[in-house]
C-alpha cells in the first residue's frame, strides 16, 4: 500500500506536473513567515468552530491583518449556515484516509465541512495568502475534498464547495460552486487518475508558472528542465536589447505570452536565489548569531554585515511615551497627537470589542463584525481621506 501526504492540496499542481511529486520528495519544507501567519489564522478559525474560542478579536496571537482575516473568513461561513437554515453538525480540521484506489492511500483533512439543516453539504477552504484571489470553480483542491466526502457519505447529495481568500489589492473574494451528482461521477473518474500518474515511476516534468511557484524541486537538481530553462534565458538575455526596440515590434498577444515565460524563468530564479542566499549565510555565519565578529566571510566579493537594530513603541505604551516627553520635554497632548497615526482597522476591532462587550452586559444579541464596520463608515467618514491605487493588469479567469 503506498501512502501520499498532501494528495489534496497538491492535486492541481500534480495535475499540471506529474513528475513533480518525485522530484520534491525527501526535500524538507521550510516555512516562510506568510505560511507561518496562515497557520494562525487556520487554528484561529479552528478554535471558533469548536466552540474553544467566542471572539477571534481577543486572540493576542493573531496580528492586526491575521485579525481581520480570520474575522472576514468567519463571518462568511457564519453569513452562509443562516443562508441555508443553520447548522446540524460541523467538522474542522477532521483528518481521515481516504482510499484512493486499492494501492494507493492519503490522509485529507479539509479546513472545515457543514452540514446544513436544509438538507446541503458545504466544505470551505481558506485561502490567507497575500498574492493572489483564488475561486472555487475549478479548484482541485476542494473538488478533491467534496469527492472524498461524498464518497464517504454515499452521495447523491450534491456539495457545495467555497474557497475564501484573504484576497489582494482586488480585496477579498468568497467564491461557491455547486457540485451536483453529475459533476461528482465526472470527478471520481478524473481526480483519482491525477494521483495515478503522479506516483507512476519516471512521471513526466512540465514547466509552468502555476506548478513551479511554489515547488520545491524548482531550480535544483531534481528538477533539470527548471535550471535549463533559467539558463537558456539568461544566454538569450542580450539579445533583447535594447529593450524598446524588441517590444515596440510585439504585437499584445506576444507580449502576454512573453510575459508567462519571464514569470515562469523569474519564479524559478528567485527561489535558486533564496536557496542560495541562505546556504551563503550557513557558511557566513553557522551559529545564526545578530551580532557575530564581521571578520572572516568565506566567500570572495561579498562581506558580512550586521543585523539592523529595529527600535519601535509597542502600541500599550504609548500613553507612557507621552508623559515621558510631557515630563522631560513638555510636549503637549496637541503636538503628541500631531504625530501619531490611526489605523481603521485597530479602530474597527476596538469598537467591536466595546459592543459585544456592552451587548454581553444587556444580554442582547452581539452585533456583526460587519455592523460595526458599516457603521464606522459613516460616523467616521467626515475624518476618512479616500484615494484609489493606480490599475493594474490582472490574468483573466479562463
Given at each position: 500500500?503506498?501512502?501520499?501526504?498532501?494528495?489534496a492540496?497538491?492535486?492541481?499542481?500534480?495535475?499540471?506536473?506529474?513528475g513533480?511529486?518525485?522530484?520534491c520528495?525527501?526535500?524538507?519544507?521550510?516555512?516562510?513567515?506568510?505560511?507561518?501567519?496562515?497557520?494562525?489564522?487556520?487554528h484561529?478559525?479552528?478554535?471558533?468552530?469548536?466552540?474553544?474560542?467566542?471572539?477571534?478579536?481577543?486572540?493576542?496571537?493573531?496580528?492586526?491583518?491575521?485579525?481581520?482575516?480570520?474575522?472576514?473568513?468567519?463571518?462568511?461561513?457564519?453569513?452562509?449556515?443562516?443562508?441555508n437554515?443553520?447548522?446540524?453538525?460541523?467538522?474542522?480540521?477532521?483528518?481521515?484516509?481516504?482510499?484512493?484506489?486499492?494501492?494507493?492511500?492519503?490522509?485529507?483533512?479539509?479546513?472545515?465541512?457543514?452540514?446544513?439543516?436544509?438538507?446541503t453539504?458545504?466544505?470551505?477552504?481558506?485561502?490567507?495568502?497575500?498574492?493572489?484571489?483564488?475561486?472555487?470553480?475549478?479548484?482541485?483542491?476542494v473538488q478533491?475534498?467534496?469527492?472524498?466526502?461524498?464518497?464517504?457519505?454515499?452521495?447523491?447529495?450534491?456539495?457545495?464547495v467555497?474557497?475564501?481568500?484573504?484576497?489582494?489589492?482586488?480585496?477579498?473574494r468568497?467564491?461557491?460552486?455547486?457540485?451536483?451528482?453529475?459533476t461528482?461521477?465526472?470527478?471520481?473518474?478524473?481526480?483519482?487518475?491525477?494521483?495515478?500518474?503522479?506516483?507512476?515511476?519516471?512521471?513526466?516534468?512540465?514547466?509552468?508558472?502555476?506548478?513551479?511557484?511554489y515547488?520545491?524541486?524548482?531550480?535544483?537538481?531534481r528538477?533539470?528542465?527548471?535550471?535549463?530553462?533559467?539558463?537558456?534565458?539568461?544566454?538569450?538575455?542580450?539579445?533583447?536589447?535594447?529593450?524598446?526596440?524588441?517590444?515596440?515590434?510585439?504585437?499584445?498577444?506576444?507580449?502576454?505570452?512573453?510575459?508567462?515565460?519571464?514569470?515562469?524563468?523569474?519564479?524559478?530564479?528567485?527561489?535558486?536565489?533564496?536557496?542560495?542566499?541562505?546556504?551563503?549565510?550557513?557558511?557566513a555565519?553557522p551559529?545564526?548569531?545578530?551580532?557575530?565578529?564581521?571578520?572572516?566571510?568565506?566567500?570572495?566579493?561579498?562581506?558580512?554585515?550586521?543585523?539592523?537594530?529595529?527600535?519601535?513603541?509597542?502600541?500599550?505604551?504609548?500613553?507612557?511615551a507621552?508623559?515621558?516627553?510631557?515630563?522631560?520635554?513638555?510636549?503637549?497632548?496637541?503636538?503628541?497627537?500631531?504625530?501619531?497615526?490611526?489605523?481603521?482597522?485597530?479602530?474597527?476591532?476596538?469598537?467591536?470589542?466595546?459592543?459585544?462587550e456592552?451587548?454581553?452586559?444587556?444580554q442582547?444579541?452581539?452585533?456583526?463584525?460587519?455592523?460595526?464596520?458599516d457603521?464606522?463608515k459613516?460616523?467616521l467618514?467626515?475624518?476618512?481621506?479616500?484615494?484609489?491605487k493606480?490599475g493594474?493588469?490582472?490574468?483573466?479567469?479562463?
Amino acid at each position: 500500500m503506498l501512502t501520499i501526504e498532501h494528495a489534496a492540496s497538491s492535486a492541481g499542481k500534480w495535475e499540471l506536473c506529474p513528475g513533480s511529486l518525485e522530484a520534491c520528495k525527501g526535500i524538507p519544507e521550510t516555512k516562510s513567515e506568510p505560511a507561518k501567519s496562515g497557520d494562525r489564522i487556520h487554528h484561529a478559525l479552528y478554535e471558533y468552530a469548536v466552540g474553544k474560542v467566542t471572539d477571534i478579536d481577543s486572540r493576542i496571537d493573531l496580528s492586526d491583518r491575521e485579525r481581520q482575516v480570520a474575522n472576514w473568513f468567519k463571518d462568511q461561513v457564519v453569513k452562509t449556515c443562516r443562508a441555508n437554515g443553520g447548522v446540524a453538525s460541523i467538522h474542522a480540521e477532521q483528518t481521515s484516509l481516504w482510499q484512493i484506489t486499492p494501492e494507493l492511500q492519503s490522509h485529507i483533512t479539509p479546513d472545515l465541512v457543514i452540514s446544513m439543516k436544509d438538507g446541503t453539504r458545504h466544505i470551505f477552504d481558506y485561502k490567507s495568502g497575500r498574492a493572489e484571489v483564488h475561486t472555487s470553480d475549478d479548484n482541485r483542491q476542494v473538488q478533491s475534498y467534496a469527492l472524498h466526502d461524498w464518497l464517504e457519505n454515499d452521495g447523491p447529495a450534491d456539495r457545495v464547495v467555497h474557497v475564501l481568500s484573504a484576497g489582494n489589492d482586488s480585496g477579498e473574494r468568497h467564491t461557491m460552486t455547486t457540485l451536483d451528482t453529475a459533476t461528482m461521477i465526472a470527478l471520481e473518474g478524473y481526480i483519482p487518475e491525477i494521483f495515478i500518474a503522479a506516483v507512476k515511476p519516471g512521471a513526466k516534468r512540465e514547466l509552468g508558472f502555476e506548478q513551479c511557484r511554489y515547488c520545491l524541486a524548482a531550480g535544483t537538481e531534481r528538477c533539470p528542465e527548471s535550471i535549463q530553462a533559467v539558463e537558456k534565458f539568461a544566454a538569450n538575455a542580450p539579445r533583447m536589447q535594447p529593450v524598446d526596440a524588441v517590444l515596440g515590434a510585439m504585437t499584445p498577444d506576444q507580449c502576454s505570452e512573453a510575459y508567462k515565460k519571464v514569470a515562469l524563468v523569474a519564479s524559478i530564479a528567485d527561489k535558486v536565489k533564496t536557496c542560495l542566499k541562505n546556504k551563503m549565510m550557513e557558511w557566513a555565519n553557522p551559529s545564526g548569531d545578530t551580532d557575530w565578529d564581521a571578520e572572516g566571510c568565506p566567500m570572495t566579493g561579498w562581506e558580512i554585515t550586521k543585523g539592523s537594530v529595529v527600535r519601535s513603541i509597542p502600541d500599550d505604551y504609548v500613553d507612557e511615551a507621552y508623559r515621558l516627553l510631557n515630563e522631560h520635554e513638555g510636549i503637549t497632548p496637541d503636538q503628541f497627537r500631531s504625530i501619531v497615526s490611526v489605523k481603521r482597522t485597530k479602530i474597527e476591532g476596538m469598537v467591536h470589542a466595546v459592543r459585544c462587550e456592552k451587548a454581553e452586559l444587556d444580554q442582547e444579541k452581539a452585533p456583526t463584525k460587519k455592523s460595526t464596520i458599516d457603521d464606522l463608515k459613516t460616523i467616521l467618514d467626515p475624518v476618512i481621506i479616500e484615494s484609489r491605487k493606480a490599475g493594474s493588469l490582472k490574468k483573466r479567469s479562463e
